[in-house]
């Protein structure tokens, strides 16, 4: 039951992402379109050959949109935590996973564009004639892919905990499973059970 629960928790954030993946690219789209071209260097990176470019800025923007929409729906639908946290309280470790996700997402988005990275996106076969066939679209998505089981995890175990350790039904319906198996009704509620009025009393008592 719980790995069942689990598999839905999954389902449901997937979905969540999906939409996320949407909002990410059309945020992209946009703010490609308004900006310079996404190759152009902006400044260096310290001690290295290395340039922080314009498709780093338009992804990392991307991010923070998807991000907030992302946690909005999770919130309120995914792990149903809403009403028994505080939004700041929730969005703080959210957003911070989001990040470690967003810089191992940026590594891997330059791996992707970088023409002398082993794995770089063919040039020739993307060569940003047309929407489908434009790099940076196609790199982001394949970094969304990376990503997005990282962040199920760390959301599930850090942002959503101290919600699911005041409300274990919220995340693991294996409790209330476990508080239906028993037979006594009073040690379901918590309680001890009562002694009957014949075990209260005492030896002489009986005799009589």
Known sequence: MRHRHNWMLFLRFGLVGASGVLVNLLTLVLVKRMGPLPEEAIVGVPLTAFNVRWYHVYSTFAFFVANLWNFQLNRSWTFHSSRHAGW???????????LVGQGIGLLLLTALMHRGSPIVLSPSLLDDSTGLRTRLYWAQLIVIAVVT????V???????AAVRSHHPGLADPSHVAAALAVDDPAERLGHERPVPVAERRGPVDRAR
């Open 154 to 160: 760390l959301n599930k175990m850090w942002t959503f």
């Open 88 to 98: 700041w309280r929730e969005y703080g470790p959210f957003v911070a996973v989001g």
């Open 149 to 152: 089981p990282l962040s199920f």
